[in-house]
C-alpha cells in the first residue's frame, strides 16, 4: 500500500484500487461487494450524491417498479432478502430507493463509493495494460480492470424541439426529476410523451393540476397494475418458498415467476383463449405477456393479445374519440409493455386534454407554452416523459478509448458491438453490466445485474488465479454473438416497430435490436463460456512495467498480481 501512496504523489494519478466501477445503481453496488468478497480492491465513482441509480434520478410522482417487488430485489444474500419488508405489490421509488441505501449500508459500501464523481473519460494505457480514468473532479485514477455499471436507462432523452429553452416556466424531465417534490396544484400543465414514465406521472398530476394537456405521438399498450399492499403474511409465505421462486424465474424468458402458459395463442380455442387473457388481465401486471408462449414471435397470436387489449381500452374511456387516439395499432409488446395505475380513466376527467401530435409534431415550444398545428396550448409547467437514449447513452458519453486510441464511439457508429453483452474487443479488461446483447433491458433487471456480476467477479479470479490478468473478447466470438443476437431478435416481433430497444427514439442512432430476448438461453451460454476457460476470450500475462523504487515488477502491487489466491 506504501508503494502505491507514493506512487500515487508521483504520478499525479491513484493507483490504489484494482477494479474501477462507474455507477453505484444495483449494478455498480453488488459488484463492489462481490469484488471486495474475493479480496479485490475496488471502487466505484458516481455522479450522483447518492446511490440507486434509477431509483435516484426518476422521483417523479407515480415512479415504481412493474415487476413484483417481491422479485425485483437481490437473491444473493439470504438474509437481505429476508430482513427486507416490501409494503406493496410493486414498491414506489421512494421504498426502492430505501432499500438500495439500505444495501449500500448493510454491506458496508459507501466508504469505497465516491459520490459526484462523473467518469468523463477511460483510456486504455499499454504500457501498464491499465484503465486509466478521467473523473469531472481532475482526479486521474489508474486500474486493471474498470467495470461500466452505467445503467440502461440512466441518460435522459430531450428531444430538440424548437424554442425549448425559451419556455418560461419550471420544466422537468422525468428522468431526472428534482429531489425535492414538485406540486402541480393550481398549475397549468404540459406533458410530452406517453411511454412508461408518462403512463405513471400522468394519472398523479391531472389529480393535482387545474389543466393537463398530453401530448401524444403513439399511444401505448397498458395492462393493470392491480396494485395493493402486501401484508406481513403474504410476504412471510413467498419468503418461506423463495428459493423455488426464484429457481422458477430463472426458467422464464424474462427471469420472472409468472406462470407461463406454454400453450400457442393461436391453436388455443377463442373462448379459452379469452378466458386466459382475461385471468391474466384480472391478476394485472407484465404476466399477461405469459399468458400464450407465441404472443411475441407470432405476428397472428400477437394481434390476438392487441385486439384484446384495445377492447378493454375502449371500454375505459367515454369519449369515442379519445378512445380512438388512445388505442395502440402497432404491434402488441414490440415497445415496453406499460402497466398503469388509472391511465386511461384519467382521460375521462374534464381538466385532461389529450392533443394528438403523431399527424402533426409538435411545431415550437413558446414562454406560454406549446403550438401544434397552429394552435396553442397555454400552460405555465412543462413534464418531458420523452425517455432516454437507452442502452449505449451513458457509455457512448465518456470517452472511452481502447487498444491503439480507438474510441469505442467510432467502434459503434453503426451500433454496440459486445460479447454476451459483456466486453467488446480491442477493449481488454473492460466490462460491461447488462450492455447491449445481453437480456438487459428485456428481462427482470435484478437477476440479471446480479447474473453479471457473479460471472465477471469469477472471471477476474479465474484471470488472477492463472495469473493471465488481461482478457480480451475475441473478435470473432463477439462477431458470431453479435450475428446471433440478430437472429434471434428477427425470430421475434420486436424489430417491427419504432422503440428504443432499437435506438429509433434518438434521431441519428443507428438502427440494431440491441437485447437479447431470451434469459435462460443466455445464461446457459455464458455458463457454457466460463466452463470452457471463457471461449472467445483471450487471456494474457500482465506486461512488466517499471515500478518506482523497487525495479521491475509485473503489474503493480495490487491484489490481482500479489495475492496469495494467485
Ligand atoms: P442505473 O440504476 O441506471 O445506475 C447507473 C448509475 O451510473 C447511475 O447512478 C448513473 O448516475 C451512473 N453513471 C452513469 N454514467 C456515469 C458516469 N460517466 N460517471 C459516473 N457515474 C455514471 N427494471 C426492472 O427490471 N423492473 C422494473 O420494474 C424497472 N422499473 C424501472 C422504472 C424506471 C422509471 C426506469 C427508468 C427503469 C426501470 N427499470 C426496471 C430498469 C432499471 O434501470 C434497472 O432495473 C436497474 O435499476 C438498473 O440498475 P443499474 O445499476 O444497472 O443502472
Ligand atoms: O420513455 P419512452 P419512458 N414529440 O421512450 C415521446 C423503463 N420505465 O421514460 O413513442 C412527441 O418509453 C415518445 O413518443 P414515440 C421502461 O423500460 C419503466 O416512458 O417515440 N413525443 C414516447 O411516448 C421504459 O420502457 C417504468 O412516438 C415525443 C415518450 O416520449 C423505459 O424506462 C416506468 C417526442 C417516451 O417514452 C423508458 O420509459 C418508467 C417528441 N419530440 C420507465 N420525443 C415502469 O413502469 C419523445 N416522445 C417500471
Known sequence: MKLSDSRFRHTGCDDRVDVAIVGAGFAGLYMLHRLRGLGFTARVYERADGVGGTWHWNRYPGARCDIESMQYSFQFDTALEQEWEWTERYAAQPEILRYANHVADRFDLRRDIRFRAPVLAATWEETTARWVLRIGSGERVRARYCVMATG?????????????????????????????????????????????????????????????????????????????????????????????????????????????????????????????????????????????????????????????????IRRKVEDPEVARLLTPRSTFGCKRLCVDIDYFETFNRPNVTLVDVSRSPIERIVPGGLVVDGDVYAFDTLVLAT????????????????????????????????????????????????????????????????????????????????????????????????????????????????????????????????????????????????????????????????????????GLPHAIEGSPAA
Open 152 to 312: 440502461c436507462l440512466s441518460i435522459p432523452n430531450t428531444p430538440r424541439i424548437e424554442g425549448l429553452e425559451s419556455f418560461a416556466g419550471p420544466r422537468y424531465h422525468t428522468g431526472e426529476w428534482p429531489h425535492d417534490p414538485v406540486d402541480f396544484s393550481g398549475r397549468r400543465v404540459g406533458v410530452v410523451g406517453t411511454g412508461s414514465s408518462a403512463i405513471q406521472a400522468i394519472p398523479i398530476i391531472a389529480e393535482q393540476a387545474k389543466r393537463l394537456y398530453v401530448f401524444q405521438r403513439t399511444p401505448n399498450y397498458a395492462v393493470p397494475a392491480h396494485n395493493r399492499p402486501l401484508g406481513r403474511a403474504e410476504q412471510a409465505e413467498v419468503k418461506k418458498h423463495y428459493p423455488e421462486m426464484r429457481a422458477r424465474a430463472k426458467k422464464t424468458r424474462n427471469g420472472v415467476d409468472h406462470s407461463p402458459n406454454p400453450a400457442s395463442a393461436v391453436e388455443t380455442a377463442e373462448e379459452e383463449r379469452i378466458a386466459e387473457f382475461e385471468s391474466r388481465w384480472s391478476t394485472g401486471g407484465l404476466g399477461f405477456l405469459g399468458a400464450f408462449s407465441d404472443l411475441l414471435v407470432d405476428h397472428e397470436a400477437n394481434a390476438m393479445a392487441a385486439e384484446f387489449v384495445r377492447s378493454k
Open 387 to 554: 425517455g432516454f437514449d437507452a442502452m449505449t447513452g451513458a457509455l457512448a458519453r465518456i470517452d472511452i478509448r481502447g487498444r491503439g486510441g480507438i474510441a469505442l464511439k467510432d467502434k459503434w457508429r453503426d451500433g454496440p458491438r459486445m460479447y454476451l453483452g459483456l466486453a467488446s474487443a480491442g477493449f481488454p479488461n473492460l466490462f460491461a453490466i447488462t450492455g447491449p446483447g445481453s437480456p438487459s433491458v428485456l428481462s427482470n433487471m435484478l437477476p440479471s445485474i446480479e447474473q453479471h456480476v457473479d460471472w465477471i467477479a469469477d472471471l477476474l479470479d479465474y484471470a488472477r488465479k492463472h495469473r493471465r490478468p488481461i482478457v480480451e473478447a475475441t473478435a470473432e466470438a463477439e462477431d458470431d454473438w453479435v450475428a446471433h443476437v440478430n437472429d434471434v431478435a428477427n425470430r421475434t416481433v420486436f424489430p417491427s416497430c419504432n422503440s428504443w430497444y432499437l435506438g429509433a427514439n434518438v434521431p441519428g442512432k443507428p438502427r440494431v435490436f440491441m437485447p437479447y430476448p431470451r434469459m435462460p438461453a443466455y445464461v446457459r451460454k455464458c455458463d457454457r463460456v466460463a466452463a470452457r476457460g471463457y471461449e472467445g476470450f483471450e487471456l494474457n500475462e500482465a506486461p512488466v512495467v517499471p515500478s518506482p523504487g523497487s525495479g521491475l515488477v509485473r
